[in-house]
Structures are given as C-alpha cells and as structure tokens.
C-alpha cells in the first residue's frame, strides 16, 4: 500500500516518520527521523528548533518546501528498507572525524571507537611509532590515529576496492599510507619495523546469518561481516600478520563479536604471544582483544 503523502508542517513530519519508521523496525525511530528531517534542512539536528534568522520558532511554525519534502519521502523509503542511515546522510561520525560512506563501505560502530581510543594510547607520548590498520573500510581508525596521533606514521590496508577508493577519500591529506590488497601479504616492506597494529576485522560466523541486523546483513558488503564457520577466520590472519610486522615488543589491538569473549584471546596465546587481555565495552560485553610480542 502507497504511503500518503508526508504532512508540511515539522512536527506533523517528524511525527509521521516516526510512525512510519518504528512500524519498520528502525531501532531509533525518533533520532533517525529527526536527522533525516535536519539532513533535508541542511541544518544540524540540534538546529530543528532554530529558524535560519536565528530566531526560536516552533515546530508547527516550520513548513517543508515542495523539494524538501520530496527529498525526505525518498529517504524515508530508503530507511523503511532499513538501508544505513549513514548511507542516506552520507557521512559517519566517529571519535572526532567525520567520514564519507556508502553502498559498499562497512559502517563504521561506536563501539570501535574503544579500540581506537586504545591505539591512541599506545601512540601518545612516543615519536616517530609505526601503526598498521589492518582491514580498514572507510579507514575510520587509520583517520582517528592520524588525527589524534599526528607524530605516528600510519599506514592503512583494505581488501575491496570500493571501500578502498572510500579509504582513499577519507584520509586525502591525512599523511596516511592506505594499500589495497589482502592483509596476508601487505607491507611486507615493514615486517619487524611496525609498532602497533589494529584491526576491526570481518568476524561473524556464517551459522548466525539472521541473528544480524538487517541493515549490516543486506546493505553492509559480506566482506567486512562474514568470516568461516566459527567467525576466527580472519583473526587468525590478523594474529599472523601482526606477528610478522610487530616487532619486539610490539601490540596488537583486534576487534571481536560478544560471543567470542574467550575465543578470540585463544587465537592469540596459540600464536605465542603474550599479555593477552580482553576488553570490554561500554555495555560491559567482551568487544576487543589485545597482545603483546
């Protein structure tokens, strides 16, 4: 059945995308609808409530134009096929970068910005450190590194070439050294050299194909969420590509699923390395792992 048109006024709007949203199964009917509406407005969320004069207004004061409104029905249609609301934004925040996504770049997740947060520590306070982003994707944290750890040299590897040419955009002018290719064989110019090496890599298992989100499962590229039946296939890469970059001494930070708490550890004190630690995030669910060489 046709959806009626969307109302003019904001708040009638805002109230209709909600509804329509939330009867999709969009998990934040009410955030996504207002930056949707901010988005078509090219204002920031926090702005819904400001005239472009600068004076406050209320919603049912604010009407949408003919093309504002079209715009937002198109994304709105968009969401209810529970595509990314960062695709339809265009952009992606994370710690203090903004990043360019799309149709076949992984979305970077809040709870990655931990594991940057770590990689940023190891790099503070030390001049002239070597890191390696190991499966970048939109190169999110090669670009938190670069920004926060602006003395280390970075570089940055990723495996599809769509997501490879979003990498490239992100970190333009951020110094970062990004390669296309697959980890197993890249930068073998610095084996020994690196310092640091991090990794959000792909680590769903394919038996837990519908316990996914519809919007990582159908919109988010396979190639950054399936990895083997126990979802340790590329962990076990990352593992034996940092051992051959790291050199003495050296830390490894790698990403995880909840349900892999203990086995992704596993993977790193089989591969002899040591002070292996699991960290959890903000929820308090296991989410990364990290070594020491």
């Not at 046709?2 to 995308?17: D, N």
């Not at 939330?22 to 400001?50: F, N, Y």
């Not at 197993?184 to 990794?199: F, K, S």
């Amino acid at each position: 059945m046709t959806e009626p048109p969307l109302p003019r006024g904001l708040r009638e709007s805002r109230a209709e995308v909600v509804r329509r949203l939330a009867a999709a199964g969009v998990a934040s009917p009410g955030a996504d609808a207002e930056q949707l509406l901010a988005h078509v407005l090219g204002v920031s969320r926090g702005s819904l409530l400001t005239s472009t004069l600068g004076h406050q207004v209320t919603l049912e004061h604010q009407v949408l134009s003919d093309e504002q409104a079209t715009g937002l029905e198109q994304l709105v249609s968009r969401r209810e096929r529970r595509e990314p609301l960062q695709y339809l934004l265009g952009v992606a925040g994370f710690r203090t970068v903004q990043l360019r996504v799309g149709a076949g770049v992984f979305v970077p997740r809040p709870e990655t910005e931990l594991l940057a947060g770590w990689a940023v520590e190891q790099l503070s306070g030390r001049p002239d450190q070597v890191a390696v982003d190991l499966c970048t994707g939109s190169g999110a944290i090669a670009a938190a590194l670069a920004a926060e750890a602006p003395s280390a040299q970075v570089y940055a590897v990723e495996l599809s070439p769509r997501a490879y040419e979003y990498a490239v955009t992100n970190l333009a002018g951020t110094g970062v050294d990004v390669r296309l290719g697959d980890i197993a064989d890249a930068l073998t110019e610095l084996n020994g050299d690196v310092d640091l090496v991090v990794a959000n890599p792909p680590y769903i298992p394919l038996e837990a194909y519908e316990e996914v989100e519809l919007e990582a499962r159908v919109h988010d590229p396979a190639v950054a969420l399936w990895s083997g039946t126990d979802g340790l296939d590329t962990i076990r890469s990352v593992a034996r590509v940092a051992a051959r970059l790291l050199g003495d001494g050296g830390v490894v930070g790698c990403e995880h699923a909840e349900a892999q708490g203990r086995s992704a550890p596993d993977v790193f004190r089989a591969g002899g390395w040591h002070d292996v630690v699991d960290h959890l995030d903000l929820s308090g669910r296991p989410r990364f792992v990290t070594a020491r060489r």
